[in-house]
Each structure stands twice: as structure tokens, then as C-alpha cells.
């Protein structure tokens, strides 16, 4: 139900969620309400624009055999940056956070960016102390080459480590493997207790799939039991260069919806837990982060992971993409790192599109309530499709499912978002703090 530029939806009875769909304010009530704002958000200049995430892949090599790969068609004939390539971007990075007075961070990604270590760091250490203060450094590894020596160049450096587990034993060990079809689990706990050694926080990036999707909430409380405070949870979805025999591991909406409604509550369950209060999963935080942004005047991303605009895809020859999974789309290409300025990319006719893409501008995302806090879901999921990125993410059914469960649940007992880790609920409010989690593709 629409009362002018109004937008309701009902979450149960006697709750609806308004919105405006001009501006984005927000507020629950028993019955439809308006909400008086006629500014947009871009007349509100609430849009961030900035470029704050670089995902690098530095080598399509790697040494595993992960059934789900994505980047099985890159290893038939792999390419790696080449050292110069490297410090170019790093250069051209630094200038850029130094010009908008902000830190950029840059993760390296692959394949294995360990089987590229040396480049990686020694690049590094070609830049000036100014320069690199304007990075944040970061690698996501795989973790079974991860050691003593390597940890203590990353601590020299100020890199943090991210590592990649699918969950237990039992669950991880199906999904990830080596070479001779070894699971991955014992070396890789062995590399957390390294990581542990060197650095505060413990990342950790989950493929959800079929093989763990039914225990997310026994997983995150495994994690949360041996040290792990921050986990991306990834749902696998099919994209042109995943191996299609691998479509039985791809998890439908409904399923997905219905055991990440578990995880929310185990996860909120551990945060009342002192030893767990710290415990982030960004999928549910970006969600909170946007409705509550959306109620004041705080920068937001245009879309959830700000694909094409705020986080950028840099490939192992220079090319530069909204992220990897558009990185078979030549149509979308936003330049070349070797030829290419940050500034420059940002006048592309391509980042314009991305730019454009919000909301208000994709045909059925325009007159949903929830438009301004799944900010219109996965675009190369939409795109797909009709190669068209003003096309709805096709797993919409998966976000109107999950957003109405945390309302309801935010709405019965509001005090939870005080759980919410890094969250100063008065100062996002009246817009005081920037958003606290930056997008990484761990």
C-alpha cells in the first residue's frame, strides 16, 4: 500500500514499515503512515562516492582445488601481476586517498596471493611512509602457506590476514581441497593459531553452499569458539565462469533465507555473551547500517557493497571492473590501472552507469520499502540475466525475506541494535560517525 510518495509494507499484524521513497526516512507503525520529505537523497547529499575498496587479483595460480571455484577457466592458463604492475597500483591508490583525504584499502586476492608474496611486499616497501599511510593493506589466503616468516613480514608491514573456511571439519573438507583432493581444515586452524600470534582480529571469509547451509548457526559458534570475530558469509550463486556441475551446491532463496533467520539469532544469542560481544558478520551489519543511515544524515553506499563505485575490481593484467564477477564483461570494463588515474575512472561512461544504478532507477526495486537497506541487492546477480545492471537481483526473494525477519525483530526489541558490534547508536543517528564496515571481499 503507497500513500503518495509513501511507501508500506506490512511485517505482521498491526506493523508496517514506511518509507519515503524520495529520501529514504523510515518508522514503524500500527497502520500506513506518510513521512513529509520531498528532498532526494542525492538533494540530501547523503550518496558516498568515494572509492574505498580495491580488490586485487594478483595471481590466478593457486594450490588448491576448490569444487566451487570460479576462476577454473583463469588456471588453465594463469597470469600473475607483474611486480611493476604492482607498484603502480599501490602508487596510484595512495595519491588517490592523499587527494580525498581518506584510507583506501587494498586487498590482494587470487588464486593464492601467497604464491605471489615477494612481489606483494616488496612492492610495499617502493612506497614512501606518507604513501603508505593512506592504505590499508590486506591479504585473503587461503591459509595453508601461511608461516612464522611470513607473519612477521605482514606485522613489518602492517598487512592483515584473512583466511577463507567453509566451517568444521565435516563441512569445510567437502568444499575445500587441495591438489590431491586433501581437505584443507587442519592446515588452515593451524594458520589461525598463527594469525592469532600476530594480529587483533581474526577474518574469515564462508562460501555458503548446499554441503553447510543447514548448520550456519553451529558454524558461527565454532568460529566464535576458537578466536574468529569477523566472518563473511558468501552464498555460492551460479555466474558464466563457475563450473556449472557444480549447481547442486548452489543454495535456493528460501533455504538460504530460512538458516540465515538461525544464524541471526544465534549470532545475537553470542553478542549478549562478553567473549563474543565483538563477533561482526557484515552481511547483517550492512543491513542495520543501512536502515539506520537511512534515518539520518550519514554517507551511504548506493548499493550494499558499493560494486563499480566505492570497491573496484583490479585483474592480473591491469584491468579494472565494478568487482570480479563482472570481469568477463568487456562491456563493463572501467579502464586500465597501467593507463588509468582513480579520477579518470571515475569519469568513465561505466562508472556513471554504476553511479546510476541505484533504486530508484531499477524498474522493480522503485516501489519496494526495503529499496534504501538491501540497496537493490547483488548487481552482477541482476545482470546476468539480460546483461542489463538496472535488472533486479534475481535472488529478491532471498533479501524481502531476511529484512522483514530483522524488522520484526529490531521492532519487538530495539535495544538489540545496541548488541551490534562498533554501532554508537546516538552518533549514527544524528550522523556524527562514518560507517563503521568497510566492504571487503575476504
Known sequence: MALASNLSIQLKQNLFFNVNKNSGRWNFSIRPREISENRTISQLDEWDDLIKTLVVNVTDKCNLNCVYCSRQFARNRPRSMNEELIRKLLKKAADYAFKKKIKITVQFHGGEPMLEFQKIIKSIDFLSENEKSNLRLRIQTNGTLLNKKIMEECKKRDIEIGISLDGRQIENDITRKDAQKKGTFKTVIRALGLIKKYQKDKRCLTVVTNINIKNLDKILEFFGSIGINDVGFLPLYEEPRTRTIKRGMVPDMKNLAKYQEKLFDKWLELLKNKKYKKLNISTFQILIWNLLASNSTTKKFRVNCGVGINSLFIESDGNIWGCGAFSYANELRLGNINNDAFEE??????????????????????????????????????????????????????????????????????????????????????????????????
Not at 347 to 363: G, H, L
Not at 413 to 442: C, M, R, V
Request: charged residues 25%.
Open 345 to 442: 575512472i571515475q569519469k568513465n561512461n561505466n562508472y556513471r552507469k554504476f553511479k546510476e544504478r541505484i533504486t530508484t532507477n531499477v524498474k522493480k526495486c522503485k516501489d519496494c520499502a526495503f529499496q534504501f537497506i538491501c540497496g537493490g541487492g547483488c548487481v552482477a546477480n541482476g545482470f546476468r540475466q539480460n546483461k542489463n545492471i538496472f535488472d533486479t537481483d534475481i535472488w529478491c526473494e532471498y533479501w524481502d525475506e531476511i529484512i522483514k525477519y530483522i524488522l520484526i525483530k529490531i521492532y519487538e526489541n530495539p535495544k538489540l541494535i545496541k548488541l551490534i558490534p562498533e554501532y554508537n547508536i546516538k552518533k549514527i543517528i544524528t550522523g556524527s560517525q562514518p560507517a563503521p564496515f568497510s566492504l571487503l571481499f575476504f
